[in-house]
């Protein structure tokens, strides 16, 4: 129906949100100075398309370095998956990161411990494998 | 005006291993292109990802504070400035630090901030991070700054140190230095 798709920049990830696939992605790194702004609009379609869509959503995330401000935009958008998981709506995070780094899974690993959906953490080299 | 001794200031910055330093206004953009500077020294120096990671994450924390700070006390941009310097120390940790001008008793409180963290372990940090992201937005405006110091401490391998330099009208000059 709506789909939505922000560019990335140096600042902020490259979000794309495909409602008749029901996938978010959001790839790159993303400190902008104001979080909310950006994380509104996501935050938004997210709503939406549980609302709306009665399909399952999942979040295709290769997010790298984030500041605070977009912790907790990004906190509150899986805080709306978590709500409509309870509400038995079928919902799962993908993360993907490369194993070089091992604070992307480190930060990945803190958002997934508040998380009782479907929450995957796959490292770069052996998703090609796994999927 | 007394000409500047170019020669004596590298040789105190070499001396200082200091890798990048910044005085002056400091626009958002302005964060993002020394930000940008910083991660390609740190890829230079053969950085591992993680602590490359840790200290720009510091950097942008640091620096975003200080914008968030003077825009909630709706200064003027030139009065959002800070003094920023990353250098590493004799044991090969990198340091990051950085100043500007605050009210004093908002310096003092930072201060008082940065004391009570610095008597937590990494375990307390994280209750105390998560405890933060937990409340409403509305309870540290914009900025997240509460969250911002938790979250430098967690990536810092020793205490954050913070000092203020009094200034005249009530305002002070607050430095805070994270060693990664």
């Known amino acids: 129906m709506s789909n939505f798709s922000i560019p990335g920049s140096q600042s902020t990830p490259a979000i794309d949100g495909d409602w008749d696939h029901g996938t978010l992605s959001m790839q790159g790194d993303s400190y902008p100075e104001n979080s909310y702004e950006l994380f509104q609009q996501v935050f938004s379609w997210v709503e939406r398309f549980l609302l709306e869509a009665g399909r399952p959503l999942t979040l295709e ?12 935009a990004m906190m509150d958008i899986l805080d709306l998956l978590e709500e409509a998981h309870h509400d038995g709506k079928p ?11 091992e604070r992307v ?7 997934k411990e508040d998380c009782t959906f479907p929450f995957a953490i796959v490292a770069l080299d052996s998703a090609a494998s796994a999927s | 005006m007394e000409p500047f001794d ?39 120096d053969h950085a591992h990802p993680s602590s490359a990671m840790d200290v720009f994450g510091v950097y942008i924390e640091l620096t975003q504070n200080i914008r968030h700070y003077a825009q909630q006390k709706g200064w003027t941009e030139t009065d959002a400035s800070a003094t920023v310097v990353v250098a590493r120390n ?18 003092e409180a930072l201060l008082a901030c940065i004391d009570e963290l610095a008597g937590l372990d990494k375990a307390a940090l994280k209750a105390r991070y998560k405890e933060q992201l937990r409340k409403p937005r509305e309870a540290e405006a914009a900025s997240g700054a509460g969250l911002g110091l938790i979250d430098i401490a967690r990536k810092s391998s020793a ?22």
Request: hydrophobic share 40%.
């Open chain 1, 61 to 72: 995330l290769r997010l790298l370095y984030l500041n605070t401000s977009s912790i907790k």
């Open chain 1, 91 to 101: 919902v799962a995070v993908n993360w993907r990161y490369d194993p070089r780094n």
């Open chain 2, 90 to 107: 004799d044991a090969g940790h990198y340091v990051v630090s950085a100043g500007n001008i605050i009210e004093q008793a908002d310096g």
């Open chain 2, 159 to 180: 205490p954050l140190q913070g000092s203020l330099r009094q200034l005249t009208d009530g305002r002070a000059f607050v430095s805070l230095r994270a060693e990664i």
């Open chain 2, 6 to 44: 170019l020669f004596s200031m590298r040789e105190s910055y070499n001396r200082q291993q200091i890798m990048l330093c910044f005085n002056g206004p400091i626009s958002r953009s302005l964060i993002e292109e020394i930000g940008n500077a910083l991660r390609n020294y740190l890829a230079a």
């Open chain 1, 105 to 111: 899974a480190e930060l990945a690993e803190e958002f």
